[in-house]
C-alpha cells in the first residue's frame, strides 16, 4: 500500500478546501472565515436582536410602572382571560405573541419564523384595542415602551436566521 492510499490523495498542497491554498476562504464549519459578507451581515442582525430583546425585559412603561418582564407574565395571563371570555381570536393572537419569545431557540421552518415575526405585532393590536390605559390610540402605543426592542428583536434574530438557512432547511 502506498503513502497515498493511506492518507487519502490529498493532492498537491494548498490545493484543497480549508488547507490554506489561494482558493480558501476560511474554514467550512460555519466559523468566522470573514470572507461572507452574508454571514458578518446576519451575525450583526443577531447580535443587535438579542440585545434589543434583552433590553426590552428591562424596560419600562412609559409611566415606569410596568417593566417587560411584567408584560411577559400578564400577557399570557390577559390572552387566558381572553379565550376564557369567549374573545376567541383576540385570545389565540395574544397567545401567539406570547409563544414569540419561546420560538428564538429552537431551529425553525421559515414560514414558521414569519409567523412569529408577525405575532407581536397582532397581539400589539389585540393590547391597543381592548386595555385602555390611555384615551387616545397614539397614547396607547406610547405606553408600552417595552414592545417595540421586544418585537424588533424577535424580528431581528428571526431574519439573521433565515438569511442564513438554505431553502427548505430549518436553522
Given amino acids: 500500500m502506498t503513502v497515498a492510499a493511506t492518507q ?3 493532492g498537491p498542497r494548498g490545493s484543497g478546501p480549508g488547507d490554506g491554498g489561494p482558493g480558501d476562504s476560511g474554514p467550512r464549519d460555519g466559523g468566522s ?3 461572507d459578507p452574508g454571514d458578518s451581515r446576519s451575525g450583526r442582525l443577531l447580535l443587535g436582536g438579542w440585545l ?7 424596560t419600562p412603561s ?7 418582564v411584567v408584560a411577559f407574565v400578564e400577557s399570557v395571563r390577559f390572552g387566558w382571560s381572553l379565550l376564557t371570555t369567549d374573545n376567541l381570536l383576540p385570545g389565540v393572537a395574544v397567545m401567539l405573541g406570547w409563544l414569540a419569545n419561546f ?3 429552537p431551529r ?3 414560514w414558521l419564523r414569519v409567523v412569529a415575526t408577525l405575532a407581536p405585532w397582532l397581539a400589539f393590536a389585540v ?3 381592548k386595555l385602555p390605559v390611555r384615551p387616545s390610540l397614539p397614547g396607547r402605543a406610547a405606553f408600552f415602551l417595552y414592545f417595540y ?6 424580528a431581528l434574530i428571526h431574519a439573521a436566521r433565515s438569511s442564513k438557512a438554505p431553502t427548505g432547511v430549518p436553522r
Fill in 62 to 68: 412609559i409611566d415606569g410602572r410596568q417593566f417587560g
Fill in 127 to 129: 393590547v391597543l384595542a
Fill in 149 to 154: 426592542p421586544w418585537a424588533a428583536g424577535i
Fill in 33 to 35: 472565515g470573514g470572507s
Fill in 103 to 105: 420560538s428564538l431557540l
Fill in 52 to 58: 434589543l430583546y434583552t433590553l426590552s425585559w428591562i
Fill in 8 to 10: 487519502g490523495d490529498r
Fill in 108 to 110: 425553525l421552518p421559515n
